[in-house]
């Protein structure tokens, strides 16, 4: 009950600020003339007689802060119009999402849309288990034009749309301004790698020979260290693999970026692995962190200091990637409930609210319109962290394909990083591994695409 | 009663048909949910299937081929061991411990029984949980202690080379109770007269607990080696909730491997070559367990 | 009678008491320090068992700030409710509760009925290979859970019952444990009047009915009771099976209030947990004696 109060809270806080006057009144609830004791549905005294609305079923995967303003987002829909109702069903994370839809394909009980992230659309599509949307997209007379081109081209296989872009994000370099203070650094996060190992060891406090705040910190397996470090090659000159899932692990460039993670933790020993990121960051157990934007709504609802924002630090060039989720249709989905589908995509990635939803968790704006929307820019003067990272999002690029296209390749990695953070095995003999794994688990990707793409 | 193989009276027929009546649901359940499922998982091992796919494909030996060959399995045979053999030690001495402790009369044994007990009552998944919270090495009850003696705390769960020490404690921590009950029973069906017998020879505490108590103990201890090898074997909803098998693959134990394969990666065929694998261990296990039971066990 | 002669002091119950015999294996007259060292090891299992759910119970009662505090405190400097209100709020425990009450009465309940019907067949009908049968039934004990989650799943989702109640209850319907517990009792039960009965010409079921089940009720209590718990904390398959809010159980809501809260309000956390914990620690507390039987029974002979 109080996730909803917060909800509603948030929602008219924000629909205060401006998110239109439309959806206002479309959020107002339909007076129910006094003194009639029929139903409710049935006395809503609406012009035309309603048809029995559409139930479609979303499964998604935020929580926290996250998942209040998805909920809060459902909401304003199904109060928005009376003919489709959305039934909103969390399922874990992006994991445990994809798990869910994978075994729920199986059963014929998957939802009508599903949030995938950017490592399991693709596993979906190849299987044939995605609507191709265009004509959706036509018929619901959505813009495609109007989405950020990088994000929406993404989710684009042979001219066809499959993968709507919604919670999107970039890495992000974030860092405590109170510690930057303590040692006197400028405001600011650091322009090059370079500049931040001169820094780190002064962010460093130590008790005894404890670390009590680390400079720097790097996630684990399960919370997409394969996904930070993704920028981190590029910057290095390397990367995961070709498009063509040629793997690259073992590049001498792409190892040197997995061997500067190696010296941050073992042999700079100003970073540390940590199980849960953003928690350290907020307790000012680590000064920096590299995380995504889409953890913003939740630092800046809970860190009791002040945090900065940079563009992802340099090396021999700048990097840096996309990642998030978007939104699909099942193609399970009956056809007559398509239309409705789309209805709740179209107004969750609608310029109105991604508006909201950005200002509420952090993930990229995925409407060019919205960028300019009086409500965006009077939230980046108000807010200018994510101003930060709007910005650097026309530098990104899509992550590799041994990362996003073959099956757990982000697990596969992550746990390859993991063995070098945590358990400072040697690199070369690490990647050497991965580049073996990666290959072979790349097979049957390649013969399944060619089956679908020819 | 001499069976005759001609005639089947009305009697007997009656009775088997109640028999199957009574027995049949039972057995078709397991048959259906137990026993099928492993002709499955067996099928499914010679199989490439990401449960999406509308075939399989039949990749015959490939998948053991891979399992065998992967450093990866090596690592999640020893951890399976190493669990095993810890949880078991470890569960079965300080139970014998701890009962016989509880077998003297001391007042309020009873109340302690009954907290050394109860974890053995709660959810896994909550358990978990809790000691993630004791675990945690920078305001956790544990490092509270370790620091009280001067050492610090590991990072339990995020270090490779403590992250199985931790699901262990927390594993035998729930399942001592377990031990210490059954050990208690199998004290107070040791006859009395053998005490005194050996009273009446002189024995000393120590010759009285080596000659009389533990080999009165033997059916016991073999019953708990056979149901806490089981118990560990089967453990999973501890290091699902504290670890995901994790750091790197340092909790990743067989039944851990088998679930994260199938309803994880959804590799069904790998999945499946870890099901026969746990499978032929079982029953390895089981068929040690019947003929060292035929010959050593000391009923009393 | 039952197989074991547990002798509790601070709880005659309706069970079976004897007179209490001392097996001490020290010897009968124990010094003073002896007697110091018992309750010193006492006192040590109490730390060592009780401390972590003492830990869970405060960590519900504290606040955030306090959770972090180090050293840590013993009592909750301000105690608060806000963690339980803050638990139940931001998940349907409410629902979740019912949910696990409906699928644990329905799956000790099948388990139950089929581990009182198969273990009387195996000790009182004839069949022929009856005792290859009872094996094969043993056997399903070797059989972990997650070794079949994969095939069960596809066979419930073949019979369309994934996200429903059947989908949970049935796959762990059937009780091979139970099943030998009883038979074990059965055997020891008083020939005699089972054959007077036989002789005034009751058939099996009414055997079965108004004298093998009166007779076994202290067994069937505490595997019952067993039982209850197992399908309470049951927590994989209930998370594989289930989709939707309305049809999780309290396992998974405490697992995704933990995923969601993360470390970050830990009291939070600790309140869910007690929402799990606390049924069966009541049931635990009312009938620890029927429990403690049951588990001891299954391991000494009958």
Not at chain 1, 84 to 91: E, G, I, L, P, R
């Amino acid at each position: 009950m109080s996730t909803f109060r917060m909800n509603r809270r948030q929602l008219l806080k924000n629909l205060a600020i401006g998110t239109g006057a439309v959806a206002l009144a479309a959020c107002a609830p339909a007076a129910a003339p006094a003194g009639n004791t029929g139903s409710a549905a049935s006395s809503s005294g609406s012009a035309a007689p309603a048809a029995e609305p559409v139930t479609i079923t979303l499964w998604s995967s935020y929580s926290g802060k996250n998942g209040e303003a998805e909920a809060a987002l459902v909401q304003k829909f199904n109060e928005s119009q009376s003919d489709v109702v959305v039934d909103y069903q969390f399922q874990g994370n992006y994991e445990e999402t994809a798990q869910k839809v994978t075994a729920a394909l199986q059963a014929r009980t998957a939802p009508d849309v599903s949030l995938l992230s950017d490592v399991w659309w693709f596993k979906f599509y190849l299987n044939q288990a995605l609507v191709p949307l265009d004509d959706l997209l036509a018929a619901a007379n959505v813009d495609v034009n109007d989405y950020q081109d990088s994000l929406i081209n993404e989710g684009v296989r042979q001219g066809k749309h499959y993968w709507i872009p919604f919670a999107r994000s970039t890495p992000l370099f974030y860092y405590n301004k109170e510690k930057w203070a303590e040692v006197g650094l400028p405001d600011r996060g650091p322009e090059t790698w370079d500049e931040f190992m001169e820094w780190a060891p002064e962010l460093v406090r130590m008790e005894g020979d404890e670390m009590k705040v680390s400079a720097f910190a790097h996630p684990d397996g399960a919370s997409y260290i394969a996904w930070l470090f993704q920028g981190v090659t590029w910057q290095f000159g390397g990367k995961y693999s070709d498009p063509d899932f040629t793997m690259h692990m073992t590049d001498e460039n792409t190892i040197r970026a997995g061997q500067f993670y190696y010296d941050t933790v073992h042999t700079w020993k100003w970073a540390v692995p940590s199980k849960d990121l953003a928690t350290d960051f907020i307790n000012g157990l680590t000064a920096a962190a590299m995380m995504s934007t889409g953890s913003m709504g939740g630092i800046k609802a809970n860190a009791q200091f002040e945090f900065g924002t940079a563009f992802l630090p340099k090396k021999d060039y700048f990097g840096c990637c996309t990642g998030g989720a978007g939104l699909a249709i099942l193609s399970t989905t009956p056809p007559e409930k398509r239309d409705a589908a789309m209805a709740y995509i179209a107004f969750a990635s609608s310029p109105e609210q991604t508006v909201f939803w950005a200002q509420n968790t952090g993930y990229m704006p995925v409407r060019k319109s919205a960028l300019e929307s009086a409500e965006m820019q009077a939230y980046f003067e108000e807010f200018p962290q994510f101003k930060t990272a709007v910005e650097q999002l026309p530098l990104t690029r899509p992550q590799d394909a041994a990362r996003v296209w073959v099956p757990n390749g982000d697990q596969i990695i992550g746990k390859g990083l993991e063995r070098i953070t945590v358990q400072s095995e040697d690199v070369a003999t690490v990647f050497g591994e991965l580049q073996d794994t990666l290959t072979r688990e790349a097979e049957p990707i390649v013969t399944q695409l060619r089956a679908i793409e020819g | 009663m001499v069976r005759s193989r001609r005639r089947i009276t009305a009697t007997e027929r009656n009775e088997y048909l109640l028999f199957l009546l009574l027995v049949g649901p039972n057995l078709l359940l397991f048959g259906v949910f137990t026993y099928w499922p492993l002709f499955y998982n067996g099928y499914l091992s010679f199989v490439r299937w990401d449960m999406l796919a509308p075939i399989k494909i039949w990749v015959g030996l490939d998948n053991y081929r891979y399992l065998f060959t992967s450093p990866e399995f090596g690592t999640i045979l020893w951890n399976t061991v190493v669990f095993t053999v810890s949880a078991v030690l470890l569960t079965c001495g300080i139970g014998l411990l701890m009962a016989l402790l509880l077998n003297q009369p001391l007042r309020g044994r009873v109340a302690v029984r009954g907290i050394v007990f109860s974890p053995v009552m709660l959810s896994g998944a909550a358990i978990g949980i809790v000691w993630i919270y004791i675990f945690d090495p920078r305001y956790g009850l544990l490092d509270f202690f370790i620091r009280g003696v001067g050492l610090r705390s590991p990072n339990w769960l995020l270090d490779t080379s403590w992250a199985m020490t931790a699901v262990i404690i927390v594993h035998v921590w729930k399942t001592l109770g377990y031990a210490v009950v059954i050990y208690l029973a199998g004290l107070q069906a040791i006859p009395r007269e053998l005490y005194e017998a050996a009273l009446v020879d002189g024995a000393g505490t120590w010759a009285r607990f080596r000659h009389v108590t533990l080999p009165g103990l033997s059916p016991v201890t073999f019953f708990l080696v056979i149901t806490t090898v089981l118990a560990a074997f089967q453990s999973f909803d501890i290091i699902k909730v504290m670890t995901d098998g994790g750091p790197v693959n340092a909790t990743t134990t067989l039944i851990y491997y088998l679930y994260e394969e199938g309803f994880v990666g959804f590799n069904a065929g790998r999945a499946g070559v870890a099901a026969v694998v746990l499978f032929l261990a079982m029953f390895v296990f089981t068929l040690v367990q019947m003929r060292y039971s035929e010959r050593s066990v000391h009923y009393a | 009678m039952a197989q074991v002669d547990f002798v509790d002091e601070l709880t005659p119950g309706p069970a079976v008491t004897q007179a209490p015999v001392q097996t001490s294996w020290v010897g009968h007259r124990q010094s003073w320090l002896s007697l110091a060292l018992g309750y010193l090891g006492l006192a040590a299992c109490v730390a060592l068992i009780g401390l972590p759910l003492y830990w869970m119970v405060i960590g519900a009662f504290k606040t955030t700030a306090e959770v972090y505090r180090m050293p840590p405190t013993w009592l909750p400097a301000t105690p608060t409710w806000t963690n339980f209100v803050k638990a139940w709020e931001s998940a349907p425990f409410g629902r979740y509760y019912i949910n696990t009450l409906i699928v644990t009465l329905f799956g000790s309940g099948f388990e139950i009925f089929f581990a009182i019907t198969s273990a009387y067949a195996f000790v009182f009908l004839r069949f022929p290979k009856r005792e290859w049968l009872f094996l094969l039934l043993l056997a399903a004990l070797m059989v972990p859970n997650q070794v079949t989650i994969l095939p069960n799943y596809l066979t419930i989702a073949r019979l369309g019952w994934i996200n429903t109640y059947q989908g949970i209850v049935v796959p762990g319907a059937s009780v091979a444990y139970g099943t030998f517990l009883l038979r074990q009792y059965y055997k020891t039960l008083p020939l005699d009047i089972l054959d007077a009965a036989r002789v005034d010409g009751a058939g099996h079921l009414r055997v079965l009915w108004s004298i093998v089940l009166p007779l076994a009720r202290p067994a069937i209590i505490s595997f019952g009771l067993l039982s209850v718990v197992a399908k309470w904390n049951d927590f994989l398959w209930p998370l594989i099976v289930t989709n939707t809010k309305d049809m999780r159980v309290l396992s998974i809501g405490i697992y995704w209030l933990m995923v969601e809260e993360g470390t970050i309000d830990w009291g939070v956390v600790m309140a869910g947990t007690l929402f799990v914990v606390l049924p069966v620690a009541l049931i635990f507390l009312y009938a620890q004696r029927y429990i403690v039987e049951g588990i001891a029974a299954g391991a000494v002979k009958g």
